[in-house]
Structures are given as structure tokens and as C-alpha cells.
């Protein structure tokens, strides 16, 4: 079936450093990827998303890019600030959809940074 | 003007227990869902609405009921809760089924003693 990989957490990172957490995926089809990001003691939102392959997602100087020959979907960022510190999820949406639509979730990567 | 909100935030039982878990949204979507995380942030469904219809029943043990009295509220009701009942529950919404982005709820952390 259907999985999402991501590197294990968690990441540890100074302020203003490069930030890449990996995401590789399996499916059937052809599916749409995404990362949400999950702040402490919220809910998880949607940070990025890309529907077909070499799109790039982008939002708040994050940035990853839906490769089909790898069949990956790493999230980056530039410079890392402390209000990112969060947990990061990659998931995917199954194509072609049916009537049990569901998320595939990714086990999430705990993201640290220190001023 | 919160989107998606679940109700408690925090809750506290013992063994044996039933309880309850509240879930509305403002967002005017037609889709619902509870999702558990646990204490090492693992995603899990649970269930999914759809219209105030049934479409996702994972394996979950029959103590988790759901209810939806209406397609902008779902309920989550536990019997005779356990121990690894302990964990954070999730209530989401998206417009319909299979569209995203899925909207969250802030959570409800359930421990059990």
C-alpha cells in the first residue's frame, strides 16, 4: 500500500542555519504531496503542498519540490528561525481517489532550534 | 471566529470512565474526521464524516463511538476508558471528501489513571 517516510527527529538546529528533513513516498497512481507543521500545543495546519510532479510548493521561506524519479518531497528552508521549532509532517493524498479518501501520514520529524 | 474547535482542551479520568469530546466547525465543510496522536506525535484516523454519513471506521476498538447530530458537529464518545486511551485526539474538517487542505482542531489530551 501507500507510505510516507520521513528522516526520524529530532532535528537540532542554531538559528540562521539550512534546514532540509526528508520525505520519500510510495504510491500507486499519481499523488498529490504535502507538509503540515503541528506548533506546540496546536492542532497540525498546512504549511505546503504540490499536486503533480516538479511543482514546487512554497510558504513562509519553506520550500520543497515533488519529484516523481526519486519519488521524494523534502522540505527546506534558507535560515531557520526559533518560532519554527515545531513538528513537521509529510503526507500524501492517493490518486485516483475513491470513496475511503484518506491521508497518508508520515510519522512527523520534531524540529529544535536554538538561538 | 476559531475554525475548528474541540472541547475539552485537557481531561483528566480514571480507568472504567466514560467521556466525551466535542467537535465543531464554522468552515461550512462537509467533511469531518478524529484523528489520535500519540505520545510520539504518530498520526492515526479514526474515523471520517462525511454529511453526517459514516465513510472511514478504522480498526478501533467499539468503546469509541462517534456522532454527528449535524455535518458541522462530530462527538467522540469513549466507554470504560483504559490506560492507552492516553493520548491527544484531533478533530479536523475539509470542504469535502478528498480535498485539502484538512483544518485541525487545537486538541484534546485525554489521560487516563
Known amino acids: 500500500g501507500d507510505s510516507v517516510t520521513q528522516m526520524e527527529g529530532p532535528v537540532t538546529l542554531s538559528e540562521e542555519a539550512f534546514l532540509t528533513i526528508n520525505c520519500t513516498y510510495t504510491a500507486t497512481g499519481y499523488p498529490s504531496l504535502f507538509w503540515y507543521v503541528q506548533y506546540p500545543g496546536e492542532g497540525l495546519q498546512l504549511l505546503l503542498k504540490?499536486?503533480?510532479a516538479d511543482d514546487k510548493g512554497s510558504n513562509k521561506g519553506f520550500e520543497a519540490t515533488y519529484r516523481k524519479e526519486t519519488t521524494s518531497f523534502h522540505l527546506e528552508k534558507g535560515s531557520v528561525q526559533v518560532s519554527d521549532s515545531a513538528v513537521y509532517f509529510c503526507a500524501l493524498s492517493p490518486t485516483p481517489m475513491d470513496s475511503n479518501y484518506q491521508l497518508i501520514w508520515g510519522a512527523g520529524t520534531k524540529l529544535i532550534i536554538k538561538p | 471566529d476559531t475554525a475548528v474547535s474541540q472541547t475539552p482542551k485537557y481531561l483528566v479520568t480514571q480507568m472504567g470512565n466514560d467521556k466525551s469530546i466535542k467537535c465543531e466547525q464554522n468552515?461550512?465543510?462537509?467533511?469531518m474526521y478524529w484523528y489520535k496522536q500519540d505520545s510520539k506525535k504518530f498520526l492515526k484516523i479514526m474515523f471520517s464524516?462525511?454529511?453526517?454519513?459514516?465513510?472511514i471506521n478504522e480498526t478501533v476498538p467499539n468503546r469509541f463511538s462517534p456522532k454527528s447530530p449535524d455535518k458541522a458537529h462530530l462527538n467522540l464518545h469513549i466507554n470504560s476508558l483504559e490506560l492507552g486511551d492516553s493520548a491527544v485526539y484531533f478533530c479536523?474538517?475539509?470542504?469535502?471528501?478528498?480535498?485539502?487542505?484538512?483544518?485541525f482542531g487545537n486538541g484534546t489530551r485525554l489521560t487516563v489513571t
Open positions: 468552515l461550512g465543510h462537509d467533511t
Open positions: 479536523a474538517s475539509s470542504l469535502r471528501q478528498g480535498s485539502s487542505p484538512l483544518h
Open positions: 504540490a499536486t503533480k
Open positions: 464524516y462525511n454529511n453526517k454519513e459514516l465513510i
